[in-house]
């Protein structure tokens, strides 16, 4: 359906303008342009004659330069125009002179002496602020200030931008603000169709403005209320497009089949219970029968475990896996990195015992197998692999996306866990469905970072979570601490120091870093999230780069003098497959003293004699990963140390972030401070593929009750009409939405 926010731009506006509107925020059609909501409106005084100006007032003023004079503060002396760049960080006073041509008024800018060369004599500009008065002379103090080209001074003109209502848009110097509130203008005056996605008489149940009042309420509002009642339907629209795709999927997801696996008795799963070194906790217990009761279903379950690092989701996993494969199905366990795969494998097959060695000496009567399948396999064990895995007898593979290629083939695929979903997307998933025939395999998710439950439902739809609160018994606590190293240089010496002695005592250590430094140049060598902004290292004010983070390489350098005598080897991403895992395994093994590694070792990896984390510039990491990296080390007896090592400045919101992590080890916690902290994209994942969101105005975290509501409308919309027959304007909403990469965050269950 054609529309008349399909037309394009440059049929509206000028040629020029609507060039850079497409270079600048990628906007080609009316549609576009008139979603480019304010990013905030700016409040003035109401437009007053300067006669009329009183002490206390919030008022514009529109004027004419004057006189200009610019004052150092310390030497009082007079600093010349050409010369005020030079004064850039001293303190100054600007005083300007405007003149509505018949009385003049004094305006006084602090430590912006570069305000000199802007308002020259004879420049026009609105001004507004707070009028004080000052030694006798009326004044407005710091007032904003917007300069009126020649052409911007009709009356008309004059009255609009001095609105004391105006919106702000996510501008450029290219593409101001003044240009993109003018376009918009021009175009709702000329548009004469707006067709509104929300159906009418939603509008009034959910007493809703439709879609062209609220257009005209976002970008030209007279009061702020105006802009309230505009957000509320533009919000309940995201949130209605959003919920629709959603329920049209669940109706899909509702029609697919799966083959029941029926919990037998006297089977592997048994066998392992029996084996078992430990008592599972309650919550492993009950997770475990909810799991069986799902996939005992022959439609496909779908269900999150999420659980604080070291909860035990493995075991959850592994017997939900014995369960299928007693049933006579298989199940694969996909992991997102080679390591992390390889070391499920071992652990696997570890705990499994005689039970995983089907067909070999000594493995028990029915016995299956744990097959590898990673990338990096030597053709001959990859040959292996995929014959275990198409003839049936490797009950359980463990893997990587190498798992997915179409090559791979399954006797019968009844589970598939996924560790750490946020690495796989939709598509993963949907090939591996493909390879279990007409029936789809059941999914389990398992994730360390909590989701709240509106992200959960807004972004996983009817996904089931199960959340695993309890940390088994006897696990140590894990200290945290931050080390300031550029205040307290003694104890980053200090820090070196504990791992020499938490080695003598027979334990291991890590450290971690977030760059690989084997080439600076390569911008994708950071494996930290976070770049340092300059603020946060050198304080306040502070405008020069951030150094580049510290690395592997150069850590592995300095560890060499100081801690020269232990064995210390570094592990990240760019290393061969094989030297990965032979450091990784003598680690394991205990042959190596120290660690030095990126954040390949962020999930999974379990060495529970690691009793000491060092993370160098540990800001340069979000607090999830934090909180991930430092699960790593208190995993057996020994109490865990984790030292956050940073040059960030003690003020700075970076620190605070440290100090956060190293104030709780509760999970949930810090990853509801991590929410707060973070913008809506980065909740959803799609900050940091730099993709647009088609979220704009509605926030997953605040606007609970908004999508509920939504998802309410949606889902009866849906059961009627499931191809939206009867309202082909939000069908059109919903097929752009999708196909925009925008719903990528959809993608990410
Ligand atoms: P995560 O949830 O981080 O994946 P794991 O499954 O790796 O946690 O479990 C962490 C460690 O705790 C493993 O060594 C595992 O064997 C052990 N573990 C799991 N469940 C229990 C339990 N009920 N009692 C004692 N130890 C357990
Ligand atoms: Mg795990």
Redesign the pocket.
Known sequence: MKTDIDRKLRDFIGAKTAKSFSEVLGIETVGELLRHYPRRYLKKGELTPFDELEVGDQATVSGRVKKVTVRSLDSKQEIRPEDVQKFRRHKTITKVVVTDGRNDLELAFFNQPWLANKLTAGTAALFWGEVTMFRDIMQLKGPGTEILDEEDLSEEEIERRAKPFRPLYPASAKLPTATIERSIKIVLDNLEDIDDPIPELILRKEKLIGLREALQKVHLPETEKDWEIAQKRFRFEEALVMQTILAQRRAVTDALKAIPRERTKGGLLDEFDQRLP????DG?TEICDEVFADIARSHPMHRLLQ?????????VALRAMLSVVDAGGQAVLLAPTEVLATQHHK?LTK?LGELAEQGMLGGADQATRVGLLTGSLNAAARRTAMLDAASGAAGIVVGTHALLEDKVQFADLGLVVVDEQHRFGVEQRAALSQKSGDATPHVLV?T?TPIPRTVAMTVFGDLAVST?TEL???RSPIMSSVVPAKERPAWLERAWQRIREEVAKGHQAYVVCPRIGDDVKNAGDEEGEFAAGAEDEAGPGTKSKPRPAISVLQVAEVLEQVLGDLRVEILHGRLPADEKDSVMSRFAAGEVDVLIATTVIEV?V?V?NASTMVIMDADRFGISQLHQLR?RVG?GKVPGLCLLVTDTYPTSPSRARLDAVAATSDGFELSRIDLENRREGDVLGVAQSGRRSSLKLLSVLRDEEIILTARHVANSLISVDAELAEYPVLRSFVRSALESEATDYLEKT
Do not use: Y
């Open positions: 430990f008592k599972l906790t492993q659980g604080e690092v070291g909860s035990g989701k493995t075991v652990t705990m398992m360390a695993l088994p018994a006897g999974g379990d529970p699960g995993r």
